[in-house]
């Protein structure tokens, strides 16, 4: 999570590539990039201390590195529970709550 924490503060976006590969530099060699263990990796990154899920999803910084969005993953786990993200909701918006969040701390 430090690793997501650091690119907020910086105001940058991760890709999956890039995740997996500092994950893999720390010894978490077993994280591919694309859905499988990421996909709960990032649930999980959501839901520490946001248990009621009005705080921002901080793997909303994490994109696609051909597209520069979120995974289609992520859009529907904004729109479940705990997170309930409103039908006007875009992930524009919860990577601006993410680093606006971030710049504060």
């Not at 921002?56 to 597209?67: G, H, T």
Request: glycine share 6%; aromatic share 8%; net charge neutral.
């Amino acid at each position: 999570m430090h690793i997501l924490r650091k690119r907020a503060r910086q105001g940058q976006v991760i890709t999956y590539g890039e995740l997996s590969a500092e994950l893999a530099a720390l010894g978490f060699e077993s994280i591919p990039p694309h859905r499988g263990v990421m996909t709960y990796l990032l649930k999980d990154v959501c839901l520490y201390g946001n248990e009621d899920g009005r705080a921002p999803m901080l793997s909303a910084i994490v994109v696609n590195k051909a597209s520069r969005e979120p995974s289609d993953q992520f859009s529907r786990l904004a729109r479940s529970l705990p997170f309930s993200r409103p039908a006007e909701w875009t992930w524009r918006d919860e990577q601006e709550r993410v680093f606006a969040q971030h710049r504060e701390e």
